[in-house]
Antibody
């Protein structure tokens, strides 16, 4: 059974940092691209970042570019999101999602998702 | 960025109704359009990929159609477990974007 379990969320002050993790089981992690998607309170889904199966290619939404860094450790089946210079508008539930391909290319989808970890940015 | 616009934003319907949700892209995205179902406190679920392909395990009452800029998600006969929020998502551009969501509520 495919399982994705996010952790690392919490309360952080504006300008602070937080590192999210997503532990994977039930599939060969190193074969698939991954993404982070977030949902602010009362809002819709927003794609945040993606990474290829090898970790060699990454991309980011304009709203987080330069502040967030996505990475993966294929030996530990773990996806991470380092979030720096956090703003109030980064407050959201953060989901990790699996891509059924090795690359972030045209035509992909997000076929499995975790249940999310909540990040609150507030003083 | 490619903008995705769903309509309606909310919808009230009854069990057994046929429901259609539309999604419009700000430019042509061919068939690179996916649909998800999201219930509060749960992981989002992929329903339809590539505009009209049913994800494995998804009931056949769900169907998708469209290409270019206009797409639809249809639920042929609503079941109690279908009340949720539905999102379209384009994957034509690798700056992936979602629609704002359509909340399907019980009438």
């Amino acid at each position: 059974e495919v399982q994705l379990l996010e952790s690392g969320g919490g309360l952080v002050e504006p300008g602070g940092s937080l590192r999210l993790s997503c532990e994977i089981s039930g599939f060969t992690f190193s074969s698939y691209a991954m993404s982070w998607v977030r949902q602010a309170p009362g809002k819709g889904l927003e794609w945040v970042s993606g990474i290829s199966s090898s970790g060699g290619a990454t991309n980011y939404a304009d709203s987080v570019k330069g502040r967030f860094t996505i990475s993966r450790d294929n030996s530990k089946s773990t996806l991470s999101l380092q979030m720096n210079s956090l703003r109030a508008e980064d407050t959201a539930m953060y989901y990790c999602a699996k891509v059924p391909r090795g690359s972030l290319i045209r035509g992909i989808n997000f076929d499995y998702w975790g249940q999310g970890t909540l990040v609150t940015v507030s003083s | 960025d490619i903008q995705m616009t769903q309509s309606p934003s909310s919808l009230s319907a009854s069990v057994g109704d046929r429901v259609t949700i539309t999604c419009r892209a700000s430019q042509s995205i061919s068939i690179h359009l996916n649909w998800y179902q999201h219930k509060p406190g749960k992981a989002p679920k992929l329903l339809i990929y590539a505009a009209s392909s049913l994800q494995s395990g998804v009931p056949s009452r769900f169907s998708g159609s469209g290409s270019g800029t206009d797409f639809t998600l249809t639920i042929s006969s609503l079941q109690p477990e279908d009340f949720a929020t539905y999102y379209c998502q384009q994957s034509y551009s690798t700056l992936f974007t979602f629609g704002q969501g359509t909340k399907l509520e019980i009438k």
